[in-house]
C-alpha cells in the first residue's frame, strides 16, 4: 500500500523557517521523480519545488525560488521542503506526491503525479 506522510507544518510568523517531511512507503521511491505542491483556500493547487529520480534535477515556481530548498534522501524514502523568508502569501496546505513518468518536469503542472499525501498545514502571519 503506497503511502505518503507528510509532516513538519505549523503556524509562524512572516520572516520565519520551517521544515517540511514526507515520508514514503509502499512503492520504489528513488524511482519517481517527486514534488510539493500547495493549495491556499479558494485558489488552485500549485506546484511549488519537484527534484528528479536522483536529485540532480530541480524546478522551484518563481514564488518561492531563492527562499525554500527541495531535497529528497532516497536512503530514508524521504522528501524534504526548507521553507525560509516565509510570508503570508505561503499560507496553504502543502502536500508531497510522486510521480513515476518525469515528464513535464520544468513545469508547473501536477500532470502524471500518480500518489499523493494528506496534506500538512502552512499558516504565516504577518
Known amino acids: 500500500q503506497v503511502q505518503l506522510v507528510e509532516s513538519g507544518g505549523g503556524s509562524v510568523q512572516a520572516g520565519g523557517s520551517l521544515r517540511l517531511s514526507c515520508a514514503a512507503s509502499g512503492y520504489t521511491y528513488s524511482s519517481y521523480c517527486m514534488g510539493w505542491f500547495r493549495q491556499a483556500p479558494g485558489k488552485e493547487r500549485e506546484a511549488v519545488a519537484k527534484?528528479?529520480?536522483?536529485?540532480?534535477?530541480?524546478y522551484y515556481a518563481d514564488s518561492v525560488e531563492g527562499r525554500f530548498t527541495i531535497s529528497r534522501d532516497n536512503a530514508k524514502n524521504s522528501l524534504y521542503l526548507q521553507m525560509n523568508s516565509l510570508e503570508p502569501e505561503d499560507t496553504a496546505m502543502y502536500y508531497c506526491?510522486?510521480?513515476?513518468?518525469?515528464?513535464?518536469?520544468?513545469?508547473?503542472?501536477?500532470?502524471?503525479?500518480?500518489?499523493w499525501g494528506q496534506g500538512t498545514q502552512v499558516t504565516v502571519s504577518s
Open positions: 527534484i528528479s529520480r536522483g536529485g540532480s534535477r530541480i
Open positions: 506526491a510522486a510521480d513515476s513518468t518525469c515528464l513535464l518536469f520544468y513545469t508547473d503542472t501536477d500532470t502524471g503525479y500518480k500518489y
